[in-house]
Structure formats: C-alpha cells, structure tokens
Antibody, heavy 126, light 107 residues
Framework: QVQLQESGPGLVKPSETLSLTCTVSGGSVSSHYWSWVRQPPGKGLEWIGYIQYSGATNYNPSLKSRVTISVDASKNQVLLKLNSVTAADTAVYYC????????????????????WGKGTTVTVSS | AVQMTQSPSSLSASVGDRVTITCRASQAIRDDLGWYQQKPGKAPEFLIYAASTLQTGGPSRFSGSGSGTDFTLTISSLQPEDFATYYCLQDYDYPWTFGQGTKVDIK
C-alpha cells in the first residue's frame, strides 16, 4: 500500500527557508493530489495547501506568500518550501495523500486525507 | 475562512461508553466534512468523509452525521484504542480548516 515519508532539516534559522521532502512509495505521485499539514507543539492541525496531479496548487492564505508545494515525478516526491520562517513555524509537518470521491449530482468532489506520513519535526531557532 | 468549532474540548469516558463529539461550522458547508483521529506522537488517521461515510475497513462503532453547519461523531462503545484526540475538517471552501480538537481520555 502507499506509504509516505517526510524528511528534511530538523533545525532552521529564522528568516531562512524550510525545505521538506515527502517520498511516496507503493504508488505514483502523478495519480493523486498531495497535501501538507502542520501541527505546532501542543496545538491543533493546520492545512498548508495541496498540489494537484496537473501541478496546480491551492495554499492557505495565512501562508500563501511564503509557501510553495511542488512535485518531482522523477523521484516520486512531493516538496514543501516555506520561506522567511519564524519561531511560529516550529511544528511537526505532515504530508498526506488526498483521496477524492465525486458527488453524483453536482459533479464536484469530496476530499479527504486518507494516507499520512509519520511527520517530521522542524524547529526554527538561531 | 470557515471556522470550525468542536465541543467539548475534552471529555473523560469509560470503556463501553457511548461518546458524541460535535463540530459546528461558521457557515453552511453541505456535508463536506471529515473526521480524523490522532494519538499522542502519531500522525492523524482518517475516519470519515462526507460527514457520514466511514473509510473502508474502519470500525463500525464510529459513525458521523450532520449537514449544513452542525455535525457529530459518535463512538457507540468506546474501546481502549479509541482514547485519542479527534478533529473535524471541512473541505467545502478554501482554506480547508480543522476544528481545534476534542481529547477523549480515560475516566
């Protein structure tokens, strides 16, 4: 079955760029949408954004000016970049596969995150 | 952004209890709502989508209901492995937004 593994530096300095990789195994990165979610220590979940298999993206406006999600199909990876980080970006970062089921009447979709990586902890500190 | 408010924030229950968690949206979101379970130190796990559709292979003691602004997650008979934090997530509008979570612990 599909498995996801996040990786990247555990420590990033303030004002620098956070770069994370989600490696997909057991499936193709080109056949689904992929999402990133983060969780600050002791707090709840925050959706960061997703990328469609077409390459189109949708980001949380709270991060939109700083975030980029992309796919490297040759490596079967989903990439996250967050620039100009501050201590508020300290969190566990998860990647997740987006499952989609079409609504019968309207033709749009239900979306859900059905496969998650284990997460990677990123601390922003000098 | 659509605000999702869960209640209660935490609850204590015993094995075998029936547990209900509520999620309220700040505007109508049809049935574009999912539920996720998270255990300490672990990634969230997907439980339900479309407000009431249990993920394939999911335990039948979990059920969801609701439409519009008010939704519930019910655990019919709480099992030891169900002690966790539960989150609702709306995918009706961008940005997708989670509730703040409901922690279910042992009484």
């Amino acid at each position: 079955q599909v498995q996801l593994q996040e990786s990247g530096p555990g420590l990033v300095k303030p004002s620098e760029t956070l770069s994370l990789t989600c490696t997909v195994s057991g499936g193709s990165v080109s056949s689904h949408y992929w999402s990133w979610v983060r969780q600050p220590p002791g707090k709840g979940l925050e959706w960061i954004g997703y990328i469609q298999y077409s390459g189109a993206t949708n980001y949380n406006p709270s991060l939109k000016s700083r975030v980029t999600i992309s796919v490297d199909a040759s490596k079967n990876q989903v990439l996250l970049k967050l620039n100009s980080v501050t201590a508020a970006d300290t969190a566990v970062y998860y990647c997740a596969r987006v499952g989609r089921v079409r609504r019968i009447r309207s033709g749009d979709y239900y979306n859900y995150m059905d496969v998650w990586g284990k997460g990677t902890t990123v601390t922003v500190s000098s | 952004a659509v605000q999702m408010t869960q209640s209660p924030s935490s609850l204590s229950a015993s094995v075998g209890d029936r547990v209900t968690i509520t999620c309220r949206a700040s505007q109508a979101i049809r049935d574009d709502l999912g539920w996720y379970q998270q255990k300490p130190g672990k990634a969230p796990e997907f439980l339900i989508y479309a407000a009431s559709t249990l993920q394939t292979g999911g335990p039948s003691r979990f059920s969801g209901s609701g439409s519009g602004t008010d939704f519930t997650l019910t655990i019919s008979s709480l099992q030891p492995e169900d002690f966790a934090t539960y989150y609702c997530l709306q995918d009706y509008d961008y940005p997708w937004t989670f509730g703040q979570g409901t922690k279910v612990d042992i009484k």
